[in-house]
């Protein structure tokens, strides 16, 4: 079966993620406050990849309904030229359940493609799911043995989240400070450190002192997610969306392989 790779891309960042891609997934899209579809500036000539639906702030409210905007959605979807639709859901409610699953109806119909959320996956008997690989404890392989198992390994799609956290030993709630790629290079060149790979994790991790405190940082780099996507592929798994401004730094090294 032959892999895809996805770059969801801000239009801010469309220019150069058309450099490294054609597979775009275009995150313009979202619900506006009267629940209809809002649509940030895109080229219009653009067509082809898929449409990022944004939930908006989720509440149904103003003149629109699930129905309305899932009309909205295939009509933009086709005149975009769109393969399909990802679904970027935050939270849920009941209005963005019924979407999902009225979209659901809808693309299959068209031949179009949906990718959700696991929290929405009830609403689709098709779609593929989105996993993110960001875990902080367990292991990455048994979460994947786990889904794959749940929904079919057809269905999945890896969510590659870049991770970059700084974590305060000891910590009780399992959640660390996010740290931007230049945060984290600048902690690197400062402290100097030994980096070790988590086969659990499926990233690399160092420790440091601060002088009162204990850190863990866990982190990605391109080697660490191309093993996350050699391990997908291992299982069957042949999916996988990557957030393009988070890897721009290192993407020719994720797809060089």
């Known amino acids: 079966m032959e892999s895809t790779l996805i770059l969801a891309a801000p239009p801010e960042y469309l220019q150069t993620a058309q450099r490294q891609s054609q597979n775009l997934a ?3 899209y979202r619900i506006g406050p009267d629940f209809r579809l809002f649509r940030a500036n895109l080229p219009l000539s653009l067509r082809g990849g898929f449409m990022v639906l944004d939930d908006g702030d989720g509440t149904l409210n ?6 309305v905007l899932a009309n ?30 009225i979209l659901s109806g809808k693309l299959r119909r068209h031949g179009g493609q949906l990718y959700l959320p696991e929290s929405y996956a009830a609403d689709s008997d098709w779609a593929n799911v989105l996993i993110p690989t960001a875990i902080s404890g367990g292991s990455l392989t048994a979460r994947l043995q786990e889904v794959c198992g749940y929904y079919g390994k057809e269905r999945i799609c890896l969510d590659i989240e870049r991770v970059a956290m700084d974590f305060c030993l000891p910590s009780e709630q399992g959640t660390g400070r ?9 902690l690197v060149r400062e402290k100097d450190p030994q980096s070790y790979f988590s086969q659990d994790l499926c990233a690399y991790y ?7 405190s204990s850190h863990f940082v866990l982190y990605d780099d391109a080697g660490s997610i191309r093993k996350k996507i050699f391990l997908a592929r291992k299982m069957g798994i042949h999916h996988t969306m990557v957030l393009y401004p988070e890897v721009e730094d290192i993407l020719s090294n994720i797809i060089s392989t």
């Open 26 to 28: 275009h995150m313009a």
């Open 62 to 67: 103003g003149t629109g309904t699930p129905d």
């Open 72 to 101: 909205q959605v295939i009509r933009e979807c086709i005149h975009r030229g769109f393969d399909g639709v990802i679904l970027a859901f935050r939270r849920t409610s009941p209005a963005l359940h019924a979407t999902a699953a």
């Open 178 to 186: 996010r740290l931007s790629s230049q945060e984290l290079y600048a």
């Open 206 to 212: 160092f420790t440091y002192q601060d002088g009162i």
